[in-house]
Structures are given as structure tokens and as C-alpha cells.
């Protein structure tokens, strides 16, 4: 009986010794796996970049796109119906404001207006004889009156026919390029039909819009650069109308911009990449965008303070091809890391390679 008591007394001395080595073999592992050490040395620093805020005068620009659109444009119709007569243009060609474009066969209106002005000159002088006959009383006024009322319904009578008269005759409303015609002479011309299109191209238009957030940014006669799709030349236009609402669906604001186009290689319908600028910031705040990491409620950076890495939250503002403008959060003389960020927490020593901003 003793013996079994004894057997089990070294069973349990044993098993305990074996969770006692363990624990220790265990706890030696971490020490040598990277755990801080014992006799209070310090964790090895991270190497990383970085560069020290110096305020900057900062151009501040927009980028947008927008698109080419003609000075001048407009359909060439007819207000009058009849048959096309003469033809006075030629397709693509420049034209002059008022210049003939084309003639519809006038001749049975100038018929009725022959009739209208014989009736005419009849009620003229029926009312100037009815007035010789009212100075001697030899009628009524009313009578006298109708005889009036006559001649200047039959004179309205003749002015309306000319005025159709004149609408037979259709020129070009302003001079620029006319374009391909849609019509032949001999055809029968109603209000409804195109006859051509013209266009001023010189000077064209840069319709564009911004941003809900740049609208009091935004002035007349200020000066843009433009390229268009395709093309690497800068061409220059100025602000000349800005739209006095925003738009509620897009939440943006539409401009104009008026840009010469002398030798016409600027075509209407083209799309244009815009660099409008909005204002100049005197002690700006630019990072580089590779610092900045978006979290859930903005974007932050990491900044070395006595060694040790520090998250900051910031605000930023406009961005451009390499930094971004931060408006809240760092301040002149601040290390924000530049590389390294994604594997840096809180507090975590690093040593930094600085440069300036």
C-alpha cells in the first residue's frame, strides 16, 4: 500500500517538473524571438524617410475638363415657304454678315403686292378727298373716319407683303464659315427644312464647371491654359461668364471662357483639359501624397517626435501631381515620415532621413 502511495508522490513530482521546464524553455524563446529584453535595453529603431514641414507659397489650381464649343452657331432656315431659286454659297467657305445665301421665287408675292398698292393709293386718296369734304362740313366725322381707317388698314396690307417680301432673300446673320448645304435649287423650301449651318469659330468658347467647393474661388477675367485630347500644345483663354447658380444634380458650377482661334485649328466639340487657377496661399502646408493614409473618419501621417513615431489626423485641401495641401494638423518644423508608414504603429522607434518641404 505504501509502495502505491510512493509511486504516485513520483508521478506528481515529476509531471510538475516537466511544467515547470517547459514554462522557463518557453519564455526563452520569445527573449530571443524579439521580445524586450531583460536588463531594460531598447527595441532596434526602424530606418525611415522623411522631411520637415517648411511653409511654401502655394499656387493653388484646379484641373477639370470641359469642351470647345463655336462663338457663333445656328441653322439657316427659311421663314417663308416657295421653290429655291438661286444658290449663293459655297459649302465650307467664309461668308460676311448679311452676304446672300440664297433667293426664293418671289414672283407671286410681288403680284400681290402690286394689288395692295393700288388699293392703297385708292383708299389714300378716297381719305384725302373725305378730309376736303370734313373742312367744309360736307360730311360727318365718322364718315370721315372710316375712310381712314381704310387707308391705313390697306397701308398695313402693303407693309406686311413686303416685309414677306424681304424674307425671300436669306443672308447670313453673321460672318463666319458656312457649312455643307442640304438643299438644291428648284426644290420646294418650307420653315421646317435646314438649308445649312454657320458657325464663327473665331473667337470659340470653353464651357467647363467646378465643384460646389470652389465656387467663391472662382472670378471673371481670370486666365486659363487648355490642351486638347490628343495634343500636348497649351493654348490660352479668359473667364467671361460664370453661370449665377450651381447646378442642384451635379453640384457644380459652369463657366465660360472665350479663347482666340485665328488660324481655326480649334474645332467646336472638342474636349479640352482645363488648368484653371483659383488663388495663391502665402505659408502652405504641402506633403508629399504618399505620406497620407486614408483612414475611416479622414486621412493622417506619422510624425517622429523624440524618436518615436506619432499618428497625427489632419485635413487636407487640393492636391497636385506629387503633394497634397494640408490645411489642419501639422504645423512648420513637424518630421512627417514618408516611408515606412504601413508597418509603423504608435510609439514605435524609428530613425528618420530627413530632408525639407
Request: zero cysteines; charged letters at 20%.
Amino acid at each position: 500500500m505504501k509502495t502505491k502511495y510512493i509511486i504516485y508522490a513520483l508521478l506528481i513530482i515529476g509531471l510538475g517538473y516537466l511544467i515547470f521546464y517547459r514554462i522557463k524553455k518557453n519564455s526563452g524563446v520569445e527573449q530571443s524571438a524579439g521580445g524586450p529584453p531583460q536588463g531594460g535595453a531598447s527595441q532596434k529603431p526602424m530606418t525611415v524617410n522623411g522631411i520637415v514641414v517648411s511653409p511654401v507659397r502655394f499656387a493653388n489650381s484646379l484641373t477639370v475638363t470641359g469642351s470647345v464649343d463655336a462663338n457663333e452657331q445656328v441653322q439657316i432656315r427659311s421663314e417663308v415657304q416657295g421653290i429655291i431659286r438661286s444658290i449663293s454659297f459655297k459649302e465650307g467657305t467664309n461668308v460676311s454678315k448679311g452676304q446672300v445665301l440664297l433667293r426664293i421665287d418671289d414672283s407671286e408675292l410681288r403680284a400681290q403686292l402690286a394689288q395692295a398698292l393700288t388699293r392703297e393709293n385708292l383708299a389714300a386718296e378716297t381719305e384725302r378727298r373725305a378730309q376736303l369734304l370734313l373742312e367744309k362740313e360736307a360730311i360727318s366725322r365718322e364718315e370721315y373716319d372710316v375712310a381712314l381707317a381704310d387707308y391705313r388698314a390697306l397701308k398695313a396690307q402693303t407693309q406686311l407683303i413686303r416685309a414677306q417680301l424681304a424674307k425671300t432673300v436669306i443672308r447670313a446673320p453673321f460672318s463666319g464659315k458656312i457649312g455643307l448645304r442640304s438643299v438644291s435649287q428648284g426644290e420646294y423650301l418650307t420653315p421646317t427644312t435646314v438649308v445649312t449651318s454657320l458657325v464663327n469659330i473665331n473667337p470659340v468658347k470653353i464651357t467647363f464647371s467646378v465643384p460646389e467647393k470652389y465656387s467663391t474661388m472662382v472670378r471673371n477675367n481670370t486666365k486659363l491654359t487648355f490642351t486638347l485630347s490628343g495634343s500636348n500644345e497649351k493654348h490660352t483663354a479668359t473667364v467671361y461668364a460664370i453661370e449665377p447658380q450651381v447646378e442642384a444634380s451635379t453640384r457644380t458650377l459652369q463657366l465660360r471662357a472665350r479663347a482666340a482661334n485665328p488660324d481655326g485649328s480649334l474645332i467646336p466639340g472638342s474636349f479640352a483639359n482645363i488648368q484653371l487657377p483659383l488663388n495663391t496661399i502665402e505659408n502652405a502646408i504641402l506633403i508629399p501624397t504618399q505620406s497620407v493614409i486614408p483612414v475611416q473618419n479622414g486621412k493622417k501621417v506619422f510624425t517622429s517626435q523624440n524618436g518615436k513615431a506619432k499618428e497625427v489626423v489632419i485635413e487636407t485641401s487640393s492636391r497636385t501631381e506629387k503633394d497634397i495641401l494640408v490645411t489642419t494638423g501639422l504645423k512648420e518644423g513637424d518630421t512627417v515620415l514618408t516611408t515606412g508608414i504601413m508597418t509603423l504603429k504608435e510609439g514605435s522607434p524609428v530613425k528618420v532621413i530627413t530632408g525639407r518641404k
